[in-house]
Antibody, heavy 123, light 105 residues
């Protein structure tokens, strides 16, 4: 069974850091691009960041550029999101999502989603 | 950034056809993906690359894309189709529409 399990969310003060993880199973992880997508409470979906299969191509939403860093460890079938200088507007449910393809880019559909990990930024 | 516009809500009676639009400047030149999200659940991909269905998605779900509008069509609507639907494209970054709440009357 294809599965993505996020972890690492929690309550954090503004300006602090948090690292999210996503454990993948049931598919050949290093064949596919991976993404983080977030959803603020009661709001719509917002793409955060994406990474190609070999980390050669990476992208960020303008709202997180310079503060968040995406990475992956193909040996551990894991995706990460390092979030620094957190703001109240970063409060959201963060989903890990698998790209529908993997060659070269990360700009594909999101065909498998995890259940998300909640990040709350508040003092 | 690229803007996608969806109607906030669409209502349809069971057994009828629902059409959810996604507007964007020359969206017909882009590939559009559609997601279904039920309350408390993660999104599910229902249409990708304008009109392809992932395995496990019923044939009742179809998509089209031309000009400035992409459309998700759900035929023979069932109560279980009630959900929020989002369109998504890639430009310099990724853009999602604001979402459409489908209500089955």
């Amino acid at each position: 069974e294809v599965q993505l399990v996020e972890s690492g969310g929690g309550l954090v003060q503004p300006g602090r850091s948090l690292r999210l993880s996503c454990a993948a199973s049931g598919f050949t992880f290093d064949d596919y691009a991976m993404h983080w997508v977030r959803q603020a409470p009661g709001k719509g979906l917002e793409w955060v960041s994406g990474i190609s299969w070999n980390s050669g191509s990476i992208g960020y939403a303008d709202s997180v550029k310079g503060r968040f860093t995406i990475s992956r460890d193909n040996a551990k079938n894991s995706l990460y999101l390092q979030m620094n200088s957190l703001r109240a507007e970063d409060t959201a449910l963060y989903y890990c999502a698998k790209g529908s393809y993997g060659s070269g880019s990360y700009k594909y559909a999101f065909d498998i989603w995890g259940q998300g990990t909640m990040v709350t930024v508040s003092s | 950034s690229y803007v996608l516009t969806q109607p906030p809500s669409v209502s349809v009676a069971p057994g009828k056809t629902a059409r959810i639009t996604c507007g964007g400047n020359n969206i017909g030149s882009k590939s559009v993906h559609w997601y279904q999200q039920k309350p408390g659940q993660a999104p599910v991909l229902v249409i990708y690359y304008d009109s392809d269905r992932p395995s496990g998605i019923p044939e009742r779900f179809s998509g089209s894309n031309s000009g400035n509008t992409a459309t998700l069509t759900i035929s023979r609507v069932e109560a279980g189709d009630e959900a929020d639907y989002y369109c998504q494209v890639w430009d310099s970054s990724s853009a999602f529409g604001g979402g459409t709440k489908l209500t089955v009357l």
